[in-house]
């Protein structure tokens, strides 16, 4: 049955009690500039993974990686102390990537504001292919009102002579002229 929340509180102390004995009791001068970043526990609380990283060149992580190998039973034995539980867990090292990912990563942002600014310096200098501003606007209103005021004259020509031919019908039917 595994519980997550103990495993979870299990994996924060041993995270400490790591650091503190690195820092304190384990005295390899292999060990390098050491910092624990992350410890796991499965949920049964058999083995615990301790994530490190180191800072320095690949000779000095191999000797560090090798200093947590010898010192591998000391820790696992003050776990067993400190923490009180019926069964000490597993120990194993390994080494954390978040460093060589992160530069990774910096990486591909540095080549993606490159590229931003190339487009950028393409961008300043290009021209419109066709008319700055492609959409079709509304007419001005003095267009308008010169269209508009020669076909309401047309319009009121057709509309007198529609009524004229409407009393010529009326008088016609009736017989009567108005």
Do not use: C
């Not at 994530?51 to 947590?68: F, H, I, N, Q, R």
């Not at 080549?111 to 190339?118: G, K, N, P, Y």
């Amino acid at each position: 049955m595994a519980d997550h929340a103990r495993a979870r509180k299990m994996s924060d102390r041993i995270k400490v009690i790591v650091a503190e004995m690195l820092e304190k009791r384990i005295k390899d001068p292999r060990l390098g500039f050491i910092t624990i970043t992350d410890a796991r526990v499965t949920g049964d609380l058999h083995e615990a993974t301790v994530y490190y990283t180191v800072y320095g060149s690949e000779a000095e992580k191999a000797d560090t990686a090798a200093a947590l190998e010898s010192a591998k039973g000391v820790i696992r034995s003050e776990i067993g102390k400190q923490t009180g539980v019926r069964f000490t867990p597993t120990v194993t090292f390994v080494a954390d990537a978040v460093p060589e990912n992160a530069l990774a990563i910096e990486d591909l942002l540095t080549q993606a504001a490159r590229a931003d600014a190339e487009v950028q310096e393409k961008a300043a200098a290009a021209a419109y292919a066709g008319e700055a501003d492609p959409y079709k606007k509304p007419r001005d209103e003095d267009d308008d009102s010169d269209e508009d005021d020669e076909s309401d004259d047309d319009d009121s020509d057709d509309d007198e002579d529609d009524l004229d031919a409407d009393l010529e019908d009326d008088e016609d039917r009736t017989g009567t002229s108005a």
